[in-house]
């Protein structure tokens, strides 16, 4: 922030006036990083080709912390419906991997009709094809994700978001008692 500062004084009966140029600081405007824990993280002196080890830690700031399950199952999940869409897989499939409103979403715009194309093959749109995804941690369990396929020549954009939910598990002995564990899934999806 830039400012003028003017002095006006009088030295026996004359006026005198000067301008000095003053320099703040400009306010910050982003937040500092929160870590899981509430305590903000201390900077640490680490050597350039030093690793971190990656994966859930408390006191480590959300940003931090990578999970690969999490960036596998984007990307799997995101490849599985892309393939639905381009109706190379059947819908049902979609079930295990994304919530039933997102399930419900796909089955129905699925069950339109195909129009049907005189066209050879060659001159059919061809099939999508998942090209880069990124993950952006928005809580301990779930992630803003950003991803671009490519149809043919043109590239488009899709976003989602990916959290672990609890999901109920079928008993591995017949008869045995049902379970209950984290799984990671589709929350919410958009495609151009």
């Known amino acids: 922030m830039v ?77 599985m419906l892309l393939e639905i869409i381009d109706r190379r897989r059947p819908v049902a499939q979609l079930a295990s991997v994304a919530s039933p409103h997102i399930v419900d979403q796909v089955s129905v ?33 779930a992630a803003e994700v950003s991803a671009t396929y490519s149809r043919g020549v043109r590239v488009k954009a899709m976003a989602a978001r990916v959290q672990r939910v609890p999901v109920r598990v079928r008993p591995g002995v017949p008869g045995g008692p049902r379970t209950t564990e984290l799984r990671w899934m589709l929350v919410n999806v958009t495609t151009a």
């Open 3 to 79: 400012g003028v500062r003017t002095q006006v004084g009088s030295a026996e009966g004359e006026t005198t006036r000067s301008s000095a140029l003053v320099i703040a600081p400009i306010p910050r405007y982003e937040p500092d990083p929160v870590s899981v824990t509430g305590v903000r993280p201390r900077p640490a002196a680490v050597a350039p080709h030093a690793h971190a080890p990656d994966g859930p830690r408390p006191g480590r700031p959300i940003a931090d912390r990578v999970d690969p399950s999490a960036r596998a199952f984007a990307v799997s999940a995101l490849t």
């Open 109 to 141: 715009w699925s069950a339109r009709p195909q129009a049907v194309s005189t066209a050879p093959p060659r001159a059919r749109p061809p099939a999508a094809t998942l090209m880069r995804v990124h993950l952006q941690w928005s809580g301990p369990d």
